[in-house]
Nanobody
Framework: QVQLVESGGGSVQPGGSLRLSCRLS????????MAWWRQDPGKERELVAR??????ANYADSVTGRFTISRDNPYTVYLQMSSLKVEDTAVYYC????????WGQGTHVTVSS
């Protein structure tokens, strides 16, 4: 059974850092464009960062220069988040860019002073 498991979230102050991890079990991420999304309650899920099989990355304007997506084939994707802002507070999810797998539970990130 294919399963995505996100981890690494927590509560930090503005300006802090977190490193999120996403591990895929039951399949390999090697040939997939992978991505991180985030969602606030009551809002639509937002694409935050994406990474191609070759490692080319793209970011939402709101996180460019602060977040870095990386991959450790065959099973893991990371999101390094720095200079965190209050508005980064959300539940963070990973999946393929085209949402090929069932969503995991996500990992909660809270940024507050």
């Amino acid at each position: 059974q294919v399963q995505l498991v996100e981890s690494g979230g927590g509560s930090v102050q503005p300006g802090g850092s977190l490193r999120l991890s996403c591990r895929l079990s039951g399949a390999s991420i090697t040939t997939y464009n992978m991505a991180w999304w985030r969602q606030d309650p009551g809002k639509e899920r937002e694409l935050v960062a994406r990474i191609s099989p070759s490692g080319s990355a793209n970011y939402a304007d709101s996180v460019t220069g602060r977040f870095t997506i990386s991959r450790d084939n065959p099973y893991t994707v990371y999101l390094q988040m720095s200079s965190l802002k209050v508005e980064d507070t959300a539940v963070y999810y990973c999946n393929t860019l085209f949402q090929s797998f069932n969503w995991g539970q996500g990992t909660h990130v809270t940024v507050s002073s």
